[in-house]
């Protein structure tokens, strides 16, 4: 059973990064038959994809053309993990994260979810 | 981006009875292998996501098969056969054909 243990702060001051990790079980970071995404939720933007990471004999990233310029997906074989961070964040970042999997059994569908972490933007 | 539009986007339903929501994309989502990436998921209250259905018409591992999707081309739908009191919630569907990912608004079952 896959399994997304999702951590980092729940508040950030606006201007400052935005760094949320996610431990998986069950499943390898490595694996070329799954990717690794951020999604996010907010009520004025409901389901909102950011960004994945895939390992295919080399990484491949893909990030969402509305956060390009300030996202960043890394992952950690060592740990088993991957991670996100959101530059320049404002109070329209504020919403709940979610790390999930897509996997080439599931049609790359998102299959396994985090527990989601709602993180707010504010000084 | 493809853009997702669903119908309804509020649906009471009678236990029992049978609901049908409906999702609609700005482009074809058939990808250059010729397979489909619609979903469906399902969000309870307070919970993250649960895929529901993958491929148009694939059930995920243990949901109920009163769950069903088709569709082709930009035109899906979702169906339930009839509604349990366990399956209100909001309704997304969601394209992973191309970058970047993108869902529907929602719609929101509930019970009448």
């Known amino acids: 059973q896959v399994q997304l243990q999702q951590s980092g702060p729940g508040l950030v001051k606006p201007s400052q990064t935005l760094s949320l990790t996610c431990a998986i079980s069950?499943?390898?970071?490595?694996?070329?038959?799954?990717?690794w995404s951020w999604i996010r939720q907010s009520p004025s933007r409901g389901l909102e994809w950011l960004g994945r990471t895939h390992y295919s004999s080399k990484w491949y990233n893909d990030y969402a053309v509305s956060v390009k310029s300030r996202v960043t997906i890394n992952s950690d074989t060592s740990k088993n993990q991957f991670s996100l961070q959101l530059n320049s964040v404002t109070p329209e970042d504020t919403a709940v994260y979610y790390c999930?999997?897509?996997?080439?059994?599931?049609?790359?569908?998102?299959?396994?979810w985090g527990q989601g972490i709602l993180v707010t933007v504010s000084s | 981006d493809i853009v997702m539009t669903q119908t309804p986007l509020s649906s009471p339903v009678t236990l029992g009875q049978p609901a049908s929501i409906s999702c609609r994309s700005s482009?074809?989502?058939?990808?250059?292998?010729?397979?489909?990436?619609l979903s469906w998921l399902q969000q309870r209250p307070g919970q993250p996501p649960r895929l529901l259905i993958y491929?148009?018409?694939n059930r995920f591992s243990g949901v109920p098969d009163r769950f069903s999707g088709s569709g082709a081309g930009t035109d899906f739908t979702l169906k339930i056969s009839g509604v349990e009191a366990e399956d209100v919630g909001v309704y997304y569907c969601?394209?992973?054909?191309?970058?970047?990912?993108?869902f529907g608004q929602g719609t929101k079952l509930e019970i009448k």
């Open positions: 482009q074809s989502l058939v990808h250059s292998d010729g397979n489909t990436y």
């Open positions: 999930a999997r897509g996997a080439y059994d599931s049609g790359w569908g998102i299959d396994y």
């Open positions: 969601m394209q992973t054909t191309q970058f970047p990912y993108t």
């Open positions: 491929k148009i018409s």
């Open positions: 069950g499943d390898s970071v490595s694996s070329n038959s799954a990717a």
